[in-house]
């Protein structure tokens, strides 16, 4: 029986998935997990990569104790961030991940040379202080002088393990730096942060085999045969791969640490509309793109709750905020302050304060705070969406951590006027391992694997609640319109 493992490496813990296909049916199994995170070094945040390859081999042994002796594995992990790797094969330092504070103020640095629009219509990709662009613009040149490779996260891993280097296209789109209309690595863009596109391997697309695990590993470690198939190996890109929409009217969220929502196009959409409203056309696995937004997502909430000491489940803020009035504070979860504060419960109240709302305090004012916000902001760019795309949403798949938060499904359902389909919640996971099947034959394309993942996972559906919340997003939005008007007088 064919075996699959899917890698999947969040922000702040990664797994080894294994995956069957039985029955027509598609069972899935978390093999092993380990904790992921960033440690400051001399004043920059680093991934500790070595440790996350480590628990990578870790993770195959177990699959080798279950008695698979031979599997396809796929990569896939978060944007942005890099590994310089020298002459000699070896990296010159562990990636610095994209909340280190060195990239603030690179936008404005780098587009007083070549201005925002001219970079939006070469990419399509929208504008945030952590692309890989402006981590380049501001990387040590001594470093980049030294750099034979410039590899992405998981292409970083699949070199390590197999000795092969190549850069797949969804990660990569990313970065801000490929040419929409070349396919290709710009030119200008490279050499405005001082790199050469020669740097960055070879592109390749989604599904591409990479090659076996190097003998070395076998030696040092108990593993099975093992392929590696550069799948969608940006995370979101494999998470809505295993979205399962239907039709021409859907719309996706990926809901984890970040919020990615946005629509799956066959051809980019890079216009004035939605250059204004900065909306990103990353590439999708088999010549999609994903035109999406970037919302802060779970994070803020992730970071009140270790500020809680962890002495909450998320089930039980979720239960503490369905007791709280909703809708008592207006927050822009796409500010700044809350990309990576010191201490989140501060930042928010301090928002409050500063827009004279209501103060939060308690572990459920502060979830439902999170949740109205989050709910409110996606219902507010699924009517932009549909304005730029010229076309009705009618359903909104909501995939990952996330889609098990009932609350705030309920909530973007009634305020969006959609309906809402949750699940799956390890939609990652599952579309890393649809591109291997895919891949390998056993599927024939993406639609057969939708298929399959929805004959195989338990789907819940929201509707909206007729009378209920009106008014609530019109108030929201004219009080986003008036706190950045004010930022902008500031400035």
């Not at 960033?38 to 104790?65: C, M, N, P, S, T």
């Not at 705070?369 to 902001?377: E, G, H, K, Q, V």
Request: proline fraction near 3%; charged fraction near 20%.
């Amino acid at each position: 029986m064919k075996a699959y493992v899917a890698v999947d490496i969040g922000a702040s813990s990664g797994r080894l998935m294994l995956a069957k296909r039985v029955d027509d049916q598609l069972e899935l199994k978390e093999v092993h997990r380990f904790k992921n995170g960033f440690k400051e070094v001399d004043g920059h945040d680093y991934w500790q990569i070595d440790h996350i390859i480590d628990e990578i081999f870790a993770g195959l042994e177990k699959v080798k104790r279950l008695g698979f002796n031979q599997v396809d594995l796929g990569i896939d992990t978060w944007a942005v961030d890099y590994v310089l790797v020298g002459n000699d094969g070896q990296k010159l330092h562990d990636p610095i991940s994209y909340r280190d504070k060195r990239t603030e103020g690179a936008i404005n640095a780098l587009t007083t040379k070549l201005s925002k629009q001219y970079i939006y219509e070469k990419t399509g990709i929208q504008f945030q202080a952590f692309n890989t662009l402006y981590q380049l613009y501001t990387e040590d040149k001594e470093n980049l002088a030294r750099t034979d490779k410039i590899l992405m996260i998981p292409d970083y891993i699949g070199y390590v393990l197999t000795g092969n280097a190549v850069t797949e296209e969804t990660n990569a789109s990313t970065t801000q730096m490929l040419n929409l209309r070349q396919g290709l690595f710009d030119k200008d863009l490279a050499k405005s942060v001082n790199v050469n596109e020669n740097q960055f391997p070879h592109l390749v697309d989604a599904g591409t085999v990479l090659g076996s695990v190097s003998h070395k590993w076998h030696v040092k470690y108990d593993l099975p045969e093992t392929e590696v198939i550069t799948v969608a190996t940006h995370d979101t890109a494999s998470a809505v791969v295993g979205a399962p929409g239907k039709g021409d009217n859907w719309a996706f969220l990926s809901s984890g640490t970040w919020s990615l929502l946005g629509a799956e196009l066959n051809v980019p959409e890079n216009g004035l509309d939605a250059f204004a409203e900065n909306y990103t056309n990353e590439w999708g696995a088999y010549g999609t793109y994903r035109f999406l937004k970037n919302i802060m997502g779970l994070w803020i909430l992730q970071c009140v709750r270790h500020e809680l000491n962890d002495q909450y489940s998320f089930n039980e803020l979720a239960s503490q905020a369905e007791q709280v009035e909703p809708f008592k504070t207006f927050i822009d979860v796409n500010d700044d302050r809350f990309t990576n504060p010191k201490s989140m419960i501060g930042a928010i109240q301090d928002y409050a304060r500063e827009t004279n709302q209501f103060v939060p305090t308690s572990p459920g004012e502060l979830t439902r705070a999170i949740y109205d916000n989050l709910s409110l902001f996606y219902a507010n760019e699924i009517r932009k969406l549909s304005g730029i795309l010229n076309k009705p949403i009618n359903t909104l798949n909501i995939v990952g951590g996330g889609s098990n938060v009932e609350l705030m499904n309920q909530l973007t359902s009634t305020l969006a006027g959609v309906e809402v389909v949750a699940g799956p919640s390890e939609a990652t996971a599952i579309g890393n391992i649809i591109v291997q099947m895919i891949t390998s034959g056993e599927l024939e394309n993406v639609v057969a694997g939708r298929k399959l993942i929805e004959s195989s996972f338990g789907l819940k559906h929201y509707v909206p609640e007729q009378g209920k919340y009106e008014g609530v997003l019109t108030k929201y939005r004219d009080f986003l319109n008036s706190v950045q008007k004010t930022a902008k007088e500031a400035v």
